[in-house]
């Protein structure tokens, strides 16, 4: 076998592998909004006190289209365009952004994850969102650093391993904020 059949085969399986990973954090995520939707249609009103409010929706909004627009940035850096590291940092740079601003948005919240039923979904939704979001950066900063010393370009299969898990974490995040806040 030779080395670039070698090399596709390792491409193709790692690929896998990050699908694989991805399908089963889908079914975990899955699970968790089916218990959402399962307590929210048992209760007789949502948030079932009139003391828990909801967050602004004009900051969750805008943390949404900083998270959205990091796969722009994502998407930039891999389609290997001129200067792709400072679009893959300028990818991290917005997901640390979203991370402080649900940071902030918690803070100020009404309400805790001891505040019943609301409260103990409404936290363990978002901060394990939040807890992805963390996982891809920590991905992301590796590539990044890799990418520095000349170790991995913008067409390396891990570089696109870590893409397909950041996309993942954005579109569960949009579901979640359709989920959680618009609903």
């Given at each position: 076998m030779t080395s670039e059949a070698v090399a596709g085969a390792q491409r193709r399986n790692l690929k896998i592998g990050v699908l694989l990973f991805i399908?089963?954090?889908?079914?975990?995520?899955?699970?968790?909004?089916?218990?959402?939707?399962?307590?929210?249609?048992?209760?007789?009103?949502?948030?079932?006190?009139?003391?828990?409010?909801?967050?602004?929706?004009?900051l969750v909004s805008l943390n949404t289209a900083i998270l959205v627009s990091s796969s722009v940035t994502l998407q930039l850096a891999l389609t290997g365009r001129r200067a792709w590291r400072r679009w893959l940092a300028a990818t991290i740079a917005l997901g640390a952004t979203f991370l402080l601003i649900q940071g902030y948005e918690f803070s100020q919240n009404a309400f805790a994850i001891s505040d019943g039923v609301f409260g103990s979904t409404f936290y363990t939704l978002t901060s394990f969102h939040g807890a992805h979001v963390a996982a891809g950066l920590l991905l992301l900063g590796v590539m990044l650093r890799r990418a520095r010393r000349g170790l991995v370009t913008h067409d390396a299969a891990s570089f696109e391993a870590a893409a397909y898990y950041w996309h993942f974490v954005d579109v569960v995040w949009l579901v979640l904020f359709t989920t959680v806040y618009v609903l």
């Open positions: 399908g089963s954090e889908a079914m975990l995520f899955a699970s968790f909004f089916g218990a959402y939707f399962f307590l929210r249609g048992s209760a007789a009103t949502w948030p079932p006190t009139p003391e828990l409010q909801r967050p602004e929706l004009a």
